[in-house]
């Protein structure tokens, strides 16, 4: 593959990195995405390493590609640093981004367009509720309780019954929290593509629970591409993820996650804007089950905002 001629002036800026939890991660997405954008046009890798932008970056000539994953990468921050510097970069923009980073707001925006989602109770660690309260707001003693803002399952606890539930409650570190009935079933992943949704990945983790070690262990958890539903049941999830895409207003490409309960009833876990972009991530999977290479993924996710360039700078 070769750029259009028209774009021989351009260069992608990968970012990677950042300061959050997830800066390894990023490391990793980062790195195979630049390897391959390289194929396509002029691209360099900056390693972010604080909470602002990067210096040198051009906006006559750059277009960034992000895979900034957690805090600040995946919230806003860094897109609204990028669109006061006029640096055009690709993928959603602040306000979605800032939106489906808040669990909480993703499923009441997907919720208002007919996406099915859990019941939830969000709270600040400073105002936690005791368990005897979040049992009966949720109908059960068998709950999720994870950090509302945060990717990659990190902190996510699982407990079971009042004692374990108030044991969780009090462990909590300082932050936004989101508690939902811990709903049982199967996990799955679909990738979207310019409001269009790609194939629906199986995530099956060898200890039951997708949590941070299961995505980041190798052979912790099996993926099953194309996930082995019927056809009724893959067209209805690919159709939630691109409902729940429009609503959140996402733009250019993410990732949206469910949990299936049986063929007919399925839930919403979350949209991920910056999904991770190593050659064996799930969007990547999710994109070779409707026939894209890894290559031909991340052209196809930095195109948008290489049409933006253009538009915006015709001589470019």
Not at 39 to 46: F, K, M, V
């Amino acid at each position: 593959m070769t750029a259009p001629a028209s774009s021989s002036d351009l260069r992608i800026t990968v970012l990677a990195g950042g300061v959050s939890s997830e800066r390894e991660v990023s490391l990793g997405s980062g790195a195979a995405s630049a390897s391959a954008l390289a194929r396509l046009w002029p691209t360099r890798l900056i390693d972010v390493k604080a909470d602002a932008l990067p210096p040198g970056l051009d906006p006559a000539r750059d277009i960034v590609f992000s895979t900034l994953h957690g805090t600040f990468g995946e919230d806003g921050g860094m897109q609204r640093l990028l669109d006061a510097a006029g640096v055009v970069y690709a993928g959603c923009d602040a306000a979605s981004s800032a939106l489906t980073m808040d669990k909480a707001a993703t499923k009441r925006a997907a919720a208002s367009a007919g996406v099915r989602v859990a019941a939830d109770q969000s709270f600040h660690s400073s105002n936690r509720p005791t368990a005897e309260a979040l049992i009966a707001a949720l109908g059960t003693d068998r709950v999720v309780i994870k950090p509302n803002d945060q990717g990659s399952s990190v902190g996510l606890v699982l407990p079971e019954g009042r004692d374990a539930i108030a044991a969780a409650l009090a462990a909590l570190t300082p932050g936004n929290w989101l508690a939902e009935p811990r709903l049982i079933g199967r996990e799955l992943s679909v990738g979207v593509l310019e409001g269009r949704a790609l194939g629906v990945v199986e995530i099956r983790p060898r200890s039951g629970v997708y949590d941070f070690a299961s995505k980041y262990t190798k052979g912790a958890t099996e993926y099953l591409a194309p996930a082995p539903l019927d056809e009724a049941a893959t067209a209805a999830v690919r159709g939630a993820a691109e409902k729940a895409f429009a609503a959140c207003r996402c733009r250019d490409y993410a990732r949206v996650d469910f949990i299936l309960k049986s063929p007919e009833e399925f839930y919403l876990l979350e949209i991920n804007t910056l999904p991770g972009m190593k050659e064996t991530s799930l969007l990547p999977m999710s994109a070779r089950v409707a026939g894209l290479d890894f290559t031909e993924l991340v052209r196809a996710l930095v195109s948008p905002a290489v049409r933006r360039f253009q538009e915006a700078r015709p001589s470019a």
